[in-house]
């Protein structure tokens, strides 16, 4: 990716992110930090990343697990799974439309 596009990562869902690394296994801050930079790219604070936590959890998108030592992972919920194919949906058509318009272009 050219580099003056790099800072279109800070419009990026966090939430989408965090979404899609819990469908790959439980994680904890941490590691979902590197497994979203590993498949996207985009890297975040970590202050970012926890409050993405806090609003998904209330949402009963994701659940807390039992901390392992200092570590506290999330996983994905069924409900957090639902809306996670959702918004998949939505990009695969977001997708599409743009790859038929710049054929038009």
Excluded: C
């Excluded at 790099?6 to 992110?17: H, I, M, Q, S, W």
């Excluded at 979404?19 to 979203?36: C, F, N, Q, T, V």
């Excluded at 807390?64 to 992972?73: G, K, Q």
């Amino acid at each position: 990716m050219p580099s003056e596009f790099n800072d279109l990562g800070r419009f990026t869902d966090v939430a989408l992110l965090i979404l899609l690394s819990l469908a790959g296994g439980e994680k904890h801050g941490y590691a979902m930090m590197e497994d979203i930079a590993q498949f996207s790219g985009v890297t975040f604070e970590a202050g970012t990343l926890y409050g993405a936590l806090l609003r998904l959890e209330r949402k009963g998108w994701i659940t807390a697990l039992p901390a392992e030592d200092r570590r506290h992972p999330y996983r994905l919920t069924a409900e957090g799974a639902i809306v996670l194919r959702q918004r998949l949906a939505t990009l695969r058509q977001i997708v599409a439309t743009g790859d038929a318009r710049q054929a038009l272009a």
